[in-house]
């Protein structure tokens, strides 16, 4: 298994801009997650599914943040419109959601920056 | 909701010496603890966990301990070597027990490990 994959891995754009970030978790896992990470707030859960299912977002920012989770191998984030106070790196997170494996597989993030 | 305190921050340790970072956890209902390494630039990823039925886990120069009672679990790393030198992140979770989807974790703020060669 290629591991999660997400893309981009970088994105550039500029204020009021919308921006799509991409999530595909490892086949046959039953949970998934997405992060972001600054300096200034460390390793923040933004939204989470079990199933496809979103069951916590809690710390989704604000309205402008949304995500979906359409089938079981593909997530989006997506930020509209976008502010300087968005950058951050975004990681997506995929667990096999078992009892005895609660294991989270981060992929490798993608960076953005809001000018 | 769960809240999850790390210390030190940074820690900067001579290469064989040991390293010990410290949590602590709110919700006495937590009960899986995970330890995460992410190297500069890289993804966090999972080095050593344990479950609260245990007190204590190795991994070879990692080991992690938990006090249930004082609800705070630590990460122990022997012999260090340059290449330990990384954030450490701990976080906590309630583990469920059906196989139907994993509860989210609640990580720590982090410590920054320094190995001095």
């Known amino acids: 298994d290629a591991g999660v994959i997400q893309s981009p891995r970088h994105e550039v754009t500029e204020m009021g801009q919308e921006v799509t970030l991409r999530c595909k978790p490892i086949s046959g896992h039953n949970s998934l997650f997405w992060y972001r990470q600054t300096m200034m707030r460390g390793l923040e859960l933004l939204i989470y599914f079990n199933n496809n299912v979103p069951i916590d977002d809690s710390g989704m920012p604000e309205d402008r943040f949304s995500a979906k989770m359409p089938n079981a191998s593909f997530s989006t984030l997506k930020i509209q419109p976008s502010e300087p106070r968005d950058s951050a790196v975004y990681f997506c997170?995929?667990?096999?959601?078992?009892?005895?494996?609660?294991?989270?597989?981060f992929g490798p993030g993608t960076r953005l920056t809001v000018l | 909701g769960e809240n999850v305190e790390q210390h030190p921050s940074t820690l900067s340790v001579q290469e064989g010496d040991s390293a010990v970072i410290k949590c602590t956890y709110s919700d006495s209902a937590s009960n899986y603890f995970p330890w995460y390494k992410q190297e500069l630039g890289k993804r966090p990823q999972l080095i050593i966990d344990?479950?609260?039925?245990?007190g204590e886990k190795k991994d070879q120069r990692i080991a992690v301990t938990l006090n249930k009672t004082a609800k705070h679990f630590s990460l122990h790393i022997t012999e260090t070597q340059p290449e330990d030198s990384a954030v450490y992140f701990c976080a906590a979770s309630k583990s469920r027990l059906s196989n139907f989807g994993n509860e989210k974790l609640t990580f720590g703020t982090g410590t920054r490990l320094t190995i001095i060669p």
């Open positions: 997170a995929s667990s096999p959601g078992t009892s005895r494996n609660n294991e989270q597989f």
């Open positions: 344990i479950r609260s039925n245990v």
